[in-house]
């Protein structure tokens, strides 16, 4: 068994902070579906403009939305592009088939494409 991504939001815009609330990342609910993410999965985060690299779950969020609260929300700025990974386990006979969920959006955080 190998871990692999198998859902990818690529280049979303962050919407807002909230350095108040108890953690996570809320994310437009239309772009988890597409990414196959539920709520309090985990997730990993990468911002593009600062490097900054973590761990945190999703939260369902509105449309648009892409909101890196509590802890995480020291490493990103309202406007930052950032990459969200979700990670499974797959087995070796499924590896031929396999092939992860990947979701592209445009600077409003709508679908523009997704493999």
Not at 16 to 33: A, K, N, P
């Amino acid at each position: 068994m190998r871990v692999m991504i198998k859902s990818k939001i690529h280049r979303a815009r962050v919407t807002d902070t909230d350095i108040d609330y108890e953690g996570s990342i809320t994310i437009d609910r239309s772009l988890m579906e597409a990414a196959d993410i539920v709520a309090y999965e985990q997730v990993h985060v990468l911002n593009i403009n600062n490097g900054a690299r973590f761990t945190t779950y999703a939260l369902e969020g509105e449309k648009g939305e892409i909101c890196l609260n509590g802890a995480a929300a020291r490493l990103v700025v309202k406007g930052d592009i950032v990459l969200v990974f979700a990670y499974g386990h797959i087995e070796d006979e499924q590896l031929v088939s396999f092939s992860p969920k990947l979701v592209y959006v445009d600077d409003k955080n709508n679908i523009i494409k997704t493999k």
